[in-house]
Every structure is written in C-alpha cells, then in structure tokens.
C-alpha cells in the first residue's frame, strides 16, 4: 500500500497547509510530507519536532522540476503527502504527473469556487496525459461555517464539478491552536470534532490513495 497525495489549490488561504500537516498525521508513522510550497508554512509547524512523521523541505519551481520530482518519488514512505504552492504552470503540472491523487480544499467563497475550475481542469488535463486513470481528484470543503448561507451550501456548488467531495473540515481553532503547539490536530486535540474530521477526511483520501487505475 502505498499513494502520493498533493494537496493542491490555485489560490492560497483555504487551509491547504493545515490539512497537509493533519492528513500526514492522520497517516503517521507511515507518511512523510514534501513541502513543496516556499511560504514553508508546514515546515514551521514542524520545527518545535512534535510532529509524528517527517518533514522534507523541497520548494517546487519551474526551474527545479527533475529533481523535485526525484526527490519526491525517492521517498521512503506507504505515504508521502504533498504541501503544493499555490501556483499554475510547470510546477502544478509535474506534481500531478506523478501523485496518485489531488486533494483541493475550496473554502466557501466565490473567488474560491472560480479557482476550483481551473484546478479541476488541470487535474483532468493530466489525467487524459497519463495512462493509469490518475490523478484520482478529491474535493475537501475546507474551513466551513455552517452558521453562513455559503458553509450550507459548499458541498452541493462542488458536486457540480463532477468529482468525489471529501467529508466537511470545518473552521476551528483547535486547528490553529495545533499549529502554535508544533503538533497535528489528533495530538493536540485528540477526541475532538477537529480530530473527528481530520480522521474521517483521511479515510477518504487513503482509499483513494491507493487504488488502482
């Protein structure tokens, strides 16, 4: 068993870092996570050394994409998890060229429902290029509200795009407490909705992960 998840999105803000870090978590001590992005967001939550998998610093850009992608796939892990920049062009392209799956948290907003087209196309774009059906894409309502007319709705707008929709991670401060804490959700706040969600979300991207094109 094994899978690369990236974790992906075209516009920064919707908790892609924090669902990384947690989702690796979740996976420990089987994962190790890539942070591709160079806001390094997830290697700062690591550097207190709480975190229960391994961090590689490993910023993507156009200019480094070989070796990126070998870095990647040298990786000693059944999962290796994907902190993504939020970029389009050559970057975005090698990471879906190899990862088993994308991940693309959309938090409900209108400017972040726009993004999502164009995140979703280029998934399929690299799916038609690839001969094994993957990327398998897997659409994660992020930092939601239910108290809002948008939280209430964000699973119906991404059923639209025709691609699976991961359970709800809502917005909470158990998140960001974690953060400040150097560990992953289900250490910090073991027991919790907040743990409660990261669990039932990496059920989800696991199965995908790993199954057969």
């Not at 939280?151 to 998140?175: F, N």
Request: charged share 20%.
């Amino acid at each position: 068993m094994s899978g690369i998840i990236a974790l992906a999105n075209l516009k920064g803000g919707v908790g892609k870092s924090t669902l990384a870090v947690n989702v690796a978590g979740a996976l420990s001590p089987k994962s190790v996570l890539i942070d591709a992005d160079p806001q390094a967001t997830a290697s700062a939550w690591g550097e207190a050394g709480e975190l229960p998998f391994d961090i590689v610093s490993a910023p993507l850009n156009g200019d480094n994409v070989q070796g990126w992608i070998e870095t990647v796939l040298s990786q000693d892990a059944d999962f290796t998890v994907i902190d993504l920049p939020p970029m389009l062009g050559d970057a975005t392209a090698a990471a879906l060229a190899i990862c088993d799956l994308a991940a693309i948290p959309v938090s409900p907003s209108g400017a972040d429902l726009r993004a999502t087209n164009r995140a979703v196309e280029l998934v399929a774009n690299a799916r038609a290029a690839r001969d094994d059906g993957k990327p398998y894409a897997l659409l994660i309502p992020s930092k939601v509200d239910r108290r809002t007319a948008a939280g209430a709705e964000i699973e119906a707008a991404l059923y639209d795009y025709g691609e699976p929709v991961a359970p709800v991670v809502s917005q909470r401060i158990a998140h960001a407490d974690a953060f400040s804490a150097g560990q992953w959700s289900g250490d910090y706040a073991k027991g919790t909705a907040a743990h409660s969600e990261i669990k039932a979300l990496t059920s989800v991207i696991k199965k995908l992960a790993t199954k057969e094109g």
